[in-house]
Every structure is written in structure tokens, then in C-alpha cells.
């Protein structure tokens, strides 16, 4: 009895497809970032705890936190994040977020903050907290101390 031909191709094709849907795609986290902490008076802050707060909501169930304190500088640098992902993940984890309704997120998203005892400082641009959606690959961030 002959193979069936069509029959081999189309089941190459579904096995391949099931390959794909395994390997795994590098999706960014974070960027690379550098932040420095000043105080009010424009000078700037040593060890200070400054954190960074990230989590790809289209890749993965939790998010993560990196910690350091200021140098001399009043200056920390966080290493941008990748996770590598597979398309089969994602797609659970994009499903598992849209059953949140209006309060799902989708996509990257970080963003850093200072506090040391009664202050703190956040990222504001523009007059608005900022926090990384994606792009750009590099961020250069000044937290300035307030007391709160």
C-alpha cells in the first residue's frame, strides 16, 4: 500500500506547529535603566533604597522586584530583563489575565521608586508617575525625596 502523501505533509505540518508553540521567544521585561536620587535641593542622596518593580503581563503570572542602594552618586543602575517565553505560555497567560475584566494588563510594564524612613521619591515626567510600557530600551530616571 502506497503512503498517503497529503496525509504525511499535513501531519509534518501539525508536528511542526507543536514545535513551534514550545520554543521559546525572548520578550523584554525592563529596560535598562539608570535612576538617581536627589533631595530637594537638587543634591544627591547616598544609600538610598531604590526599587525596581517589573512583570511582562502578557508573558508571565508574577511579577518581580530588583533592590539596590544609591552609591556616592546618589546612582544605581538595574541591567535591563528578558525572559524567554513560548508562544503556548503566552497565550495561557494573556488568557488567564483577560478574565480580570476592565482590570487586566496586558504587556511589559516597570517602574522604579526610592524610600528611605518618612521619604520617598517617584518617577514623575511630565507631571505624571511614569512607568515603562515597552520602549525604550534605555531610561535615565531622577527620583527626588519628599518627605510623606
Same mark, same amino acid.
Given at each position: 500500500?502506497?503512503?498517503?502523501?497529503?496525509l504525511?505533509?499535513?501531519?509534518?505540518?501539525a508536528?511542526?506547529?507543536?514545535?513551534?508553540a514550545?520554543?521559546?521567544?525572548?520578550?523584554?521585561?525592563?529596560p535598562?535603566?539608570?535612576?538617581?536620587?536627589?533631595?530637594?535641593?537638587?543634591?544627591?542622596?547616598r544609600?538610598?533604597l +531604590?526599587?525596581? $518593580?517589573?512583570?511582562?503581563?502578557?508573558?508571565e503570572?508574577?511579577? &518581580? @522586584?530588583?533592590?539596590q542602594?544609591? #552609591?556616592?552618586?546618589g546612582?544605581v543602575?538595574?541591567a535591563?530583563k528578558a525572559?524567554?517565553?513560548?508562544?503556548?505560555k503566552?497565550l495561557?497567560?494573556?488568557a488567564?489575565?483577560?478574565?480580570?475584566? +476592565?482590570?487586566? $494588563?496586558?504587556?511589559?510594564?516597570?517602574?522604579?521608586?526610592?524610600? &528611605? @524612613?518618612n521619604?520617598s521619591?517617584? #518617577?514623575?515626567?511630565?507631571g505624571?508617575?511614569?512607568?515603562?510600557?515597552g520602549?525604550?530600551?534605555?531610561v535615565?530616571?531622577?527620583?527626588?525625596?519628599?518627605?510623606?
Open positions: 500500500m502506497a503512503p498517503n502523501n497529503g504525511l505533509w499535513r501531519l509534518s505540518i508536528v511542526f506547529l507543536l514545535l513551534l514550545f520554543c521559546p521567544v525572548k520578550t523584554m521585561d525592563a535598562d535603566w539608570n535612576v538617581c536620587v536627589v533631595d530637594e535641593a537638587n543634591q544627591p542622596v544609600g538610598i +531604590v526599587r525596581e $518593580s517589573y512583570q511582562n503581563y502578557s508573558a503570572w508574577q511579577g &518581580h @522586584e530588583e533592590d542602594y544609591t #552609591d556616592e552618586h546612582c543602575h538595574f535591563p525572559a524567554w517565553i513560548s508562544p503556548l503566552r495561557a497567560v494573556i488567564t489575565s483577560a478574565l480580570a475584566g +476592565v482590570h487586566a $494588563s496586558f504587556g511589559p510594564n516597570a517602574y522604579v521608586i526610592a524610600f &528611605h @524612613e521619604l521619591g517617584d #518617577d514623575v515626567k511630565g505624571i508617575e511614569y512607568a515603562w510600557k520602549a525604550p530600551s534605555h535615565d530616571s531622577t527620583l527626588v525625596l519628599r518627605s510623606h
